[in-house]
Each structure stands twice: as C-alpha cells, then as structure tokens.
C-alpha cells in the first residue's frame, strides 16, 4: 500500500556564513519547509544521521572543507546518496559546473538569493525524488504482491488438491462398490479418513486465507478481554476427532479466569494450528498439556507434548517466516508449515512472540506470551 507523502520537506544547509543560513531559514520557512543550518561539517553529520532531509543546500567555498570534498563524503554513505544536493555559490564557471555534477550535485544556486529561483530549484528536485521514491514503493508492493500470490498457488496447487483427491478417491471406491458401506470396518476407517481428510482441507484453507488477509494487511486486530481457560477447551473440543483417534489425553492447565488482552480469532487460530501440530507429532497414547503462567503484566501460553521433539536446526527453519517447512505426523499426517507462519504473524500483531523448547525422543513445549487484561484497557 503507497503512503501519500504530506509532511513538509525537510532541507539542510550548509554555509560558513551565518548571514546565509538565517535567510535561507526564512526564505524556506515562509515557503512552508523545514530547515536546518549549519556552519560546521562536523555538526551536519550528526544532524544528517539524527534526520535525513529531502534535500541538501551546500556552500561551494568553505574555510575548513570545499563544498565538492563534503559532497563526495556524502555520497560515500549508501543511505544517503539518493539525497539531492544543490550547491550554494557567488560565480559558477563551466569547470566548477562540472565538477559539482562529477561529484553527485543536482544543481546551481548563486548568491545573494533569489527567492523564486531558489525554491522553484528546491521544489523541482524534491518532487523528482519523493516521485521516484514513491515508484519505488509501488514496484515493492507489487512484487510482494505477486511473491504472495504465487506462494498461494504453489500451496492451492500442492498441499489443498492432496486431500481433496485423496477424499475424491475414497468417494469413487464407494460408489463403485470396491469400499462396501456394509463392511464393520467402514464407520471406523473409511468415514473416520474422509473426516479427517476434511478436516485437513479445511484447516489449510483457514490457515491460507488467514495468512493472505494478513500479508496482505487486509486483516484488522482488535483486542478484547479473552479467558484464556475457555478458549483451550474449545481448542480441545474443535480438535477432539485427531486426539480420540490418537488416545491422546488433553489436559488444561490454564488457571481459572486468566484472562488476556488479544484478538480473539488470532488467539484460536495460533491455538488450534498449535494444538493440531502437537496432536500430529505425539504417538498413540502421548499427552498434551497446555498450561498457563502468570509473569508481572504478561500471560505465558505452553503447549507441551511427549512426542517426537523437534532437532535444533529444525526449530530455526519452523520459525523462519520465508521457508516453507513441513514434515509427517506420527501416523503420517501431511502438513504445510504454513500455520506456524501464521502464528507467528499473528503473535507478533498481539504483542507476543512464539518461541520453541524441544529435546529429540522426549517432546517439545510451544510458548508465547499476551498481555494480562486489566480494567483500564
């Protein structure tokens, strides 16, 4: 999305004439600019690293450094090359014009001012660079906008057409009478597959809108008091089919009547692909705990399993917002990695974070934190 740029233009001025500066100061400020002068090169790099103007006015003939020797110190710096520089001079001659264009100058002022001329030359260059700023930030979008997109396909493409061929599939053996409705075994392993296959389609697809909305910026957080202890037993209840199928016992140890202050639908969406992904890595049989802590004005979230653990290398790759990592569940779930992307996203936007413990063969805790509700929010 391109910002429309209003705030007034910023210039700074460099000249060993006192004199100088203080016109410059009022012929720029009546003509609704701010200004900053100086006579001391030193100095003006600290104003130059404290704000970066829109353009720079410079003295050509200076006691202690030449106008041309600070411009090329300037340019030395990456950040601020793109800065338009005009130089300040008594007489120009085709040789100093020269030199001041070699050295990264726009163009000429002479002295002693004239107004119109001056501000006409200002108001010329800072158009052209906040113009080509501007397309700059346009290009970016778009490309981010394109990146999204084909990341969207890639994942529609592969990882949403994987269950709903496999749920096609286990519907065509039905209908042929090679799966045969009357078999003991069709409630427990047929229906139980296209549930769970479902389930999976329609995670992904929460998972990927939720994800788009928000890289996109077309998602709007709004906090409000949420009890953290409800929340988990919806997760539970929402998730229960994967953790029956499992044996998995589910524990809630959230203390009664902790409350947050969060978006709701991002707090169950960071839960529910959570919970998911501990179901999906604890054996038949494991545990799941999701317990609750209280530190000073924070209310720290762990959702702890007993399954595979994840290795260190692996927990850097889960957690890096541009890979696309993903691995097979205990009982070779799929999955795309793409709803921890999300958390992660989503935890940032409530003032959190998501974090990782794990150690390989003994289990991993997933953790973040959220700001405790007070009366006063």
Same mark, same amino acid.
């Given at each position: 999305?391109?910002?429309q740029?209003t ?5 700074l001025a460099?000249?060993d004439?006192?004199l ?5 100061r009022? $012929?720029l ?10 006579s ?5 790099? &600290?104003?130059?690293e ?5 353009l $720079?006015?410079?003295?050509?003939i200076?006691?202690?450094i030449?106008g041309f020797e600070?411009c090329? +110190? ?10 338009p520089? $005009?130089?300040?001079?008594?007489k ?7 030199k ?8 000429y002022v002479?002295k002693?001012?004239?107004?119109q ?14 113009? /080509?700023?501007?397309?700059e ?11 999204? +997109?084909?990341r969207m396909f890639?994942?529609?493409?592969h ?12 519907m065509?053996?039905?209908?042929r009478g090679?799966?045969?409705? /009357?078999?003991d ?18 995670n992904?697809?929460? =998972?990927l809108?939720?994800?788009? +909305? %928000? ?9 409000e008091?949420l ?7 919806q997760t539970f ?15 809630? =140890?959230?203390?009664e !009547?902790?409350l ?6 991002m707090i169950?969406?960071?839960l529910?692909?959570?919970?998911? =992904?501990?179901?999906k ?6 545990m799941?705990?999701?317990?609750g802590k ?14 595979? !653990?994840?290795?260190k290398?692996?927990?850097?790759k889960i957690l890096n917002?541009?890979?696309?990592f993903? /691995?097979?569940g205990?009982e070779?779930e799929?999955?795309?990695?793409l709803?921890?992307?999300l958390c992660q996203?989503f935890? &940032? ?10 150690e ?13 509700? %007070?009366d /006063?929010?």
């Open positions: 999305m391109v910002h740029v705030e007034k233009p910023y210039i460099v000249d004439e006192q100088n500066l203080e016109l410059l009022f $012929i400020e009546r003509n609704n600019y701010e200004y900053q002068g100086t001391d090169d030193d100095y003006f790099f &600290e104003l130059l404290d704000r970066k103007p829109d $720079i006015l410079l003295d050509v200076m006691p202690r030449e600070l090329q +110190k300037i340019k030395e710096f990456k950040q601020y090359r793109d800065i520089i $005009i130089f300040l001079t008594g120009v001659n085709v040789k100093d014009k020269v001041g264009f070699e050295v990264g100058g726009v163009d002479t002693p001012f004239n107004e001329e001056l501000v006409a030359r200002i108001h010329t260059h800072v158009a052209l660079v906040r113009a /080509k700023n501007q397309i930030e346009q290009a970016q979008n778009l490309k981010q906008s394109n990146d999204l +997109k084909d890639s994942i529609i493409g990882d949403l057409r994987s269950p709903l061929s496999a749920a096609k599939l286990k065509d053996f039905i209908m090679i799966i045969d409705p /009357k078999d075994k069709f409630l427990d392993e047929t229906v139980f597959d296209l549930l769970k296959t479902m389930d999976e389609a329609l992904l697809l929460q =998972n809108l939720g994800w788009a +909305k %928000s890289e996109s910026d077309q998602i709007q957080m709004i906090p008091k009890n953290l202890t409800d929340l988990v037993e209840r929402l998730l229960k089919l994967g953790s029956d199928h499992k044996r998995i016992e589910m524990q809630n =140890n959230v203390p !009547g902790a947050a202050f969060a978006d709701n639908n169950k969406t960071v529910r692909n959570i919970v998911s =992904n501990a179901i890595f604890t054996p038949v049989e494991g799941i705990k999701i317990n209280l530190k000073k004005d924070r209310l720290v979230i762990e959702i702890e399993d007993n399954g595979n !653990g994840i290795p290398e692996d927990i850097k917002p541009n890979e696309h993903s /691995k097979l205990t070779k799929p999955g795309t990695g709803g921890l992307i996203n935890m &940032e936007r409530n003032g959190g974070a998501l974090k990782i413990r794990s390989v063969g003994k289990g991993s805790t997933f953790y973040f934190d959220l700001p405790l509700y %007070s /006063k929010d």
